[in-house]
């Protein structure tokens, strides 16, 4: 639970610095999510479903 909030308050933090840069965070933010979204997420389900797998065969 402490992990999602150190993640969102990094985000945010993220968030505030870009705009005070003026660069479009918004966007940069929303691409990372999505890069996340595509490349990350699927192989923490992969290994989720790995160690599901071993828990059930041991």
């Known amino acids: 639970m402490k ?3 150190y993640g969102t ?3 945010v933090l993220l ?3 870009l705009n005070f840069l003026n660069y479009d965070a918004f966007a940069f933010v929303v691409g990372f999510i999505e890069w ?3 490349y990350l997420l699927p192989w923490i389900a992969l290994y989720w ?3 599901f797998v071993k ?3 041991g």
């Open 3 to 5: 992990y999602s909030l």
């Open 9 to 11: 308050v990094g985000l």
């Open 36 to 38: 996340a979204t595509r």
């Open 49 to 51: 479903f790995v160690q």
């Open 55 to 57: 828990s059930k065969k």
């Open 15 to 17: 968030f505030l610095v």
